[in-house]
C-alpha cells in the first residue's frame, strides 16, 4: 500500500511506518552499503574505502530517488559503492561477492529483527511492545524485500552486477547503454504494482524461513 493511502486508512500504523522507513534509510541502506565496502576491500579492492565508502554515514550512501522510492513504495535503493575488479586476485569471484554482500547484510538484519519481533510479541498486551513489535516486524520486512529487489538484474542494483558475471562482457555492455530505459520501466512497474506480486511471494518465503527458528521456539501462529 502507498504511503499516503495508508495515512487515510490508518495513521497509526501510517506514522510507524514512516519511523521504520526512515530507520531502514539511516540504518539499513548504509549497512547495506559498508557491506559492499567491506566485501570489496576484503577481496583486495580499497576503491570504496579510499572513497569514504566504508562507513556507517548514511549521507556518504543515499541517493536521492532510492531513497524517494523506499518512501513510496517501501523498496529502493542507495548510491552504488565504486568497484575496481582489476584489484581483485579473481575478478569473478570478487564482483560475485561484493555485489551479495549487501543483500546478504540485508537479510542478517532481517534475521535480528524478526527475532526482536517475536520477543516483543511476548509483552503484546502493553501497547509500547505492541507498537514495538510491528515496527521491529515492519523492519524484517523491508530489510527481506530490500534484499530480493536488490537481486533484480536491472542497473544499478546488486543483481545487474552478478549479471554481468554470468553472461559475455560485450552483451552486458550493450545491456548498460539502456540502463536509463531500463531504470524508467522499473519505476513505472513499482508505481503500477506490477511488481508487487512477485517481490511479495519471493520476500514472503524468505520471512517463512528466516521465522522459522524463532517461531518454533515462541510458539507463535505467525
Excluded at 574505502?49 to 550512501?61: A, D, Q, T, V, Y
Excluded at 568497484?83 to 532481517?110: C, D, E, H, Q, Y
Excluded at 501497547?127 to 527481506?144: D, E, G, T
Excluded at 536488490?150 to 559475455?168: E, H, R, T, Y
Amino acid at each position: 500500500m502507498l504511503l499516503f493511502n495508508l495515512f487515510r486508512s490508518d495513521p497509526t500504523i501510517a506514522l510507524l511506518t514512516v519511523l521504520s522507513r526512515i530507520f531502514v534509510i539511516f540504518f539499513c541502506m548504509p549497512m547495506h552499503e559498508t557491506a559492499h565496502a567491506w566485501m570489496a576491500n576484503k577481496m583486495g579492492d580499497p576503491t570504496a574505502k579510499n572513497l569514504g565508502r566504508l562507513s556507517l554515514n548514511p549521507f556518504k550512501h543515499l541517493d536521492l530517488i532510492g531513497t524517494v522510492m523506499i518512501f513510496l513504495f517501501g523498496i529502493g535503493y542507495a548510491k552504488p559503492v565504486p568497484v575496481n575488479a582489476r584489484n581483485f586476485n579473481n575478478p569473478k569471484k570478487g564482483m560475485a561477492l561484493t555485489s551479495l554482500a549487501g543483500p546478504v547484510s540485508n537479510i542478517l538484519m532481517a534475521f535480528v529483527f524478526v527475532w526482536l519481533f517475536y520477543i516483543a510479541n511476548l509483552f503484546s498486551g502493553v501497547k509500547a511492545f505492541l507498537l514495538l513489535s510491528y515496527f521491529f516486524n515492519y523492519a524484517a520486512s523491508i530489510n527481506v524485500a530490500l534484499a530480493v529487489f536488490n537481486l533484480i538484474p536491472i542497473p544499478p542494483l546488486d543483481g545487474s552486477k552478478i549479471l554481468g558475471m554470468l553472461i559475455p562482457r560485450k552483451y552486458y555492455f550493450k545491456y548498460l547503454e539502456y540502463e536509463r530505459y531500463i531504470m524508467l520501466a522499473l519505476l513505472l512497474l513499482l508505481f503500477t504494482g506490477v511488481l508487487d506480486t512477485p517481490i511479495s511471494f519471493l520476500s514472503g518465503v524468505l520471512m517463512r524461513v528466516l521465522s522459522f527458528i524463532p517461531k518454533l521456539i515462541f510458539g507463535f501462529a505467525g
